[in-house]
């Protein structure tokens, strides 16, 4: 044999093995590793954070000795617990909140018999103790909610004394308690926390103010203090959130206007953004576009009309773009790169919406409708960064088809002569029916759950899993992903290993609940998180942390030798191939 012979032979014994090993099912689940004590029957781990670096996991447990619970740090490598927050108090209920920015202390809500408490406790384990930062009794009001801003910690306080005010305050994660400042002084309407700028921006009254924590005690008005101004009727801010968007009415409590203005201020730098509105209309929804080089904003008319208009962030005068014919619209969602805005509108068919595509400068005359005449929009997703829709349709229930069912087509948003292609269909004659949202899409694929259409060769279950390509020819088939599991009922999905696999939760009967990971090509059996089952039931909230392959989820027994919820980590298995995604071979037309 000839030395390119030898070559060409061992190339092709090394294609088949490749092959082999893409095609055979991936790799047996690894055994989990339990990070908790086992717990006895009522007790055990029922919330976990982690370290940035997904090396360090904070749980909050219950040891079935008193009702309050402490939080533990373990190495995800396993080893002994060790309790961060101090001996709890006999009776308590307690709740996780997060890390700081830099990840030194856990945060955590205490609620005690009579009063409430925000606690802090270090997490390197250098002390078995915690830090009250707050302590609120049940006779002023409770801790409503909590915020991070880098280091620095908001709580909202509701007040019983007066229903419907509340008060906000800050603190240094690190305490003490003595350096709280108050940020308000009438009660706070509105607020959200500035992570980026260590700060908050908030409504008092009538008016829309800013903070930072390198000035805590100095807060920044925002808005206009133009003659006639009437109070701050709501805000967004942009992605970045070094600008804010508000709304706010002059002289006539109809005639409001969008005005944008820096985080920090001044009031003096605010802009009013908005050109002529439709007589009649007010401003009933607005926004940044992702990429911040436009707002979207709509008006309402007195008979539930609705324009849509754009207008550039960098104008220096107030202007709008018209983006629709009719008044007409309903959802309105924008492409990342923030060159296009897609709607629903009736403006063809009373009875049925259609999904257009407009630029986000107009005209409205070039709005392109995306879907046909055969069928109603209900539903939308944006994919693959802007360059695919996905529709969810009713079939011909507008038309008052009983056979109808809802199905999802993908279809491009930037080649016009694209037509909508089917993405649920198992073959011409089994169609999907859509059940429980839209779907997402995990890697390059979209996964959604349905049901098999009933009456056709094979009836589904209630609630099964599938994934389908985004690219490739007109029709992809649709692969089911709980292939083993003929009586799935799929409740929850999420991605792990950048799409590659998709983590799924099934519930079998009710109140059990089994984890398993799956491919997220399909193609191969689905695999338990943990293999001992269907003997013990898996948590119905698996997390993949920041790694995107580590699995943390908790187990209890099953009634034959009961236990509390124990705290396991699994791994995703490495995939050779993601598997034939090219020319027609998976699809059917």
């Known amino acids: 044999m000839s030395r390119i ?64 619970g402490s939080v533990y740090r373990v190495h995800r490598s396993g080893g002994d617990s060790v309790r961060l927050s101090g001996p709890p108090p006999p009776t ?30 270090r997490t390197d384990g250098s002390g078995d103790d915690s830090t009250v930062l707050a302590s609120i009794p049940d ?26 005010f509340s008060e906000l305050y800050w603190v240094p994660a690190q305490g003490p308690a003595s350096a709280t400042t108050r940020l308000d002084s009438a009660g706070t309407d509105y607020w959200r926390p500035l992570d980026q700028h260590s700060g908050i921006i908030y409504t008092d009254g009538p008016h829309l103010y800013s903070q930072m924590a390198a000035a805590p005690s100095a807060p920044t008005r925002l808005d206009s203090s133009l ?31 969008l005005f944008m203005v820096p985080t920090v201020g001044p009031a003096s730098a605010s802009r009013k953004m908005n050109g002529e509105l439709l007589a009649d209309h007010s401003i009933c929804f607005w926004d940044f576009v992702p990429s911040g080089s436009h707002i979207v904003f709509s008006t309402c008319g007195p008979s539930f009309e609705r324009a849509l208009f754009s207008a550039r962030t960098d104008a220096q005068t107030p202007d709008n773009v018209r983006l629709d014919q009719a008044a007409a619209v309903k959802v309105v969602r924008y492409a990342p790169g923030g060159d296009a805005v897609f709607f629903l509108s009736n403006r063809e068919n009373t009875l049925r919406n259609d999904l257009y595509r407009v630029p986000i400068e107009g005209p409205a005359s070039a709005a392109r409708r995306l879907n046909n005449d055969a069928v ?77 259409n009933p009456g056709t060769a094979k009836p589904g279950p209630p609630q099964e899993l599938f994934s389908v390509a985004l690219t490739g020819p007109r029709n992809r088939t649709a692969r089911r992903l709980n292939t083993n599991l003929e009586q799935a009922q799929v409740t929850s999905y999420q991605s792990a290993d950048e799409g590659r696999w998709t983590v799924f939760t099934d519930q079998p009967i009710v109140g059990q609940f089994r984890t398993f990971m799956v491919p997220t090509h399909g193609n191969t059996d689905a695999l338990p998180v943990f293999p001992l089952l269907p003997a013990w039931f898996d948590s119905r909230s698996p997390r993949i942390m920041s790694d995107d392959t580590t699995i943390l989820f908790t187990i209890r027994a099953d009634e034959i030798s009961p236990t509390g919820r124990t705290l396991y980590r699994n791994v995703i298995p490495p995939i050779f191939s993601d598997g034939f995604e090219t020319g027609s071979v998976n699809a059917w037309n």
């Open 5 to 68: 012979s030898i070559v060409v032979f061992l190339w092709t014994l090394t294609r088949s093995c490749l092959l082999f090993i893409a095609l055979s099912p991936a790799a047996a689940t690894a055994q989990p590793l339990q990070l908790s004590p086992t717990y006895p029957q009522g007790s055990g781990v029922w919330s976990t954070v982690w370290s940035a670096d997904s090396q360090w996991v904070y749980y909050l447990a219950t040891d079935g000795v008193v009702d309050c």
């Open 227 to 257: 003659p006639g101004a009437a109070p701050v009727g709501g805000f967004k801010v942009e992605d970045s959130q070094d600008r804010v968007l508000y709304r706010a009415a002059q002289e006539q409590v109809v005639n409001q206007n």
């Open 92 to 121: 308590c209920s307690l709740d996780i909140i997060g890390l700081t920015a830099n990840g030194d202390r856990v945060i955590l809500l205490r609620q005690l018999s009579s009063s409430w408490e925000l606690v802090t406790a």
């Open 139 to 164: 006779s002023v009001g409770e801790i409503y909610d909590v915020s991070l801003s880098g280091q620095q910690l908001i709580y909202q306080v509701l007040l019983d004394s007066l229903p419907n």
């Open 376 to 452: 109603a929009v209900t539903d939308f997703a944006i994919a693959d960064n802007g360059s695919t829709i996905v529709m969810r349709t009713d079939g011909g229930e507008w038309q008052q088809d009983p056979s109808a069912i809802d199905e999802l087509y993908r279809v491009s948003a930037v080649d016009e002569a694209a037509v909508p292609a089917l993405l649920s269909g198992l073959a011409p004659d089994q169609r999907i029916e859509v059940t429980g949202g839209m779907g997402t899409q995990i890697g390059d694929r979209w996964v959604y759950t349905g049901q098999i």
